[in-house]
């Protein structure tokens, strides 16, 4: 039986434009839940990561030389070269991330200050899909957390106007 890949979602400008601002948007307001996501999904687009290499990184994985990757899908390390406008938004993200005051390491963190876990994170990233039309119920075919690999733009981060305010 030979194994069928599935097409990758190419996601506009657009479409990006919407999760982020949906991402944006989430509950609780004024927590770091919206920039988490925000933040986590614009860096998933600027750079092309899995989204277990994201999950996977340690505030000392983040560099002035960029993201270093510790034990890829390969068990490689590699070092990720980021955009000027990528480590601006991280470093906002980061700067919220530290008034959380968690003794934590993990970069993307829940309001409660622990690592986010894949699963919950495929669960907001389909629900913002759905709310902003991208993708039916569940069951229908769609979008999933792994295109985001695969924009149209990909490799600088969105644009300022496309991240939430994270000051």
């Known amino acids: 039986v030979g194994f069928k890949s599935r097409t990758p979602h190419i996601f506009t400008p657009e479409e990006m434009a919407a999760i982020l601002t949906a991402a944006a948007q989430l509950a609780p307001e004024g927590s770091i839940r919206p920039a988490t996501y925000a933040t986590l999904f614009a ?3 600027a750079t092309g990561l899995r989204s277990s290499e994201a999950l996977a990184l340690k505030l000392e994985d983040v560099s002035e030389d ?11 390390s590699r070092l990720v070269p980021l955009h000027e406008t990528t480590t601006q938004a991280l470093e906002r993200y980061l700067r919220l991330r530290h008034q959380l005051g968690t003794a934590n390491k993990a970069v993307f963190v829940s309001i409660k200050g622990t690592p986010l876990c894949y699963s919950t994170v495929v669960h907001v990233f389909l629900q913002l899909i759905r709310s902003i039309g991208l993708r039916l119920e569940p069951g229908h075919p769609g979008p999933h957390l792994h295109d985001l690999r695969h924009h149209a733009d990909s490799r600088i981060m969105p644009s300022p106007r496309q991240m939430p305010s994270l000051s």
């Open 66 to 76: 960029g993201l270093i990757i510790q034990e890829t899908k390969f068990r490689k």
């Open 43 to 45: 860096l998933l687009v």
